[in-house]
């Protein structure tokens, strides 16, 4: 009989220890899995790679969605209100620029337009000094790009999501 309760309780325990497992598994997101498979394979290859994924109109479902290296041409950028894309880049990369071709005015760059937004895609390479990117953005010396600069730095390497969000115009 004891023996009965012994291996009950075993598994009950290991019940226990399953469910947190579980219930992480259960909210995997495919996506999620794809970017992660993604950011490893670039951290390896030692070059930043540079994927536009939508560049969208102020209409629902207007624009461009899908992968492509290649920037919007300006009568394409004049209809988009905001650009997303995928940079993945290694520890030691350290430029690449944002083609957004806006064609924004003076006064727009001094205010520090486009808006920029940064996102981390991948989780930290799984090293022991990985740290986050030092990225410093550029959006004043040209209007139809932005400058990305990064901090040369063991474990730095990511893959991240950048949108460009268009300033508003008053007509």
Excluded at 68 to 83: E, K
Excluded at 114 to 121: D, K, Q, S, T
Aim: one cysteine or more; hydrophobic letters at 50%; proline letters at 3%.
């Amino acid at each position: 009989m004891k023996q009965k309760l012994k291996i009950g309780a075993v598994l009950i325990a290991l019940a226990l220890c399953i469910l947190p497992v579980a219930a992480i598994l259960a909210h995997i997101n495919v996506v999620h899995v794809i970017t992660a498979a993604l950011g490893v394979g670039l951290l390896m290859a030692g070059t930043v790679t540079f994927t536009y994924e939508s560049f969208q109109t102020g209409t629902y479902g207007g624009g461009f969605a899908g992968g492509s290296a290649v920037a919007p041409t300006a009568a394409q950028a004049q209809q988009a209100v905001s650009m997303a894309a995928l940079v993945g880049f290694t520890d030691t990369d350290t430029t690449w620029v944002f083609t957004h071709n806006w064609g924004l005015t003076a006064a727009q760059a001094a205010a520090l337009q486009p808006y920029v937004v940064i996102n981390l895609a991948s989780g930290q390479q799984a090293i022991a000094v990985a740290g986050y990117p030092q990225i410093a953005v550029n959006v004043t010396s040209n209007t139809n790009l932005v400058t990305f600069t990064k901090v040369q730095q063991t474990g730095s390497g990511q893959v991240v999501s950048i949108i460009l969000l268009r300033p508003a115009a008053l007509t």
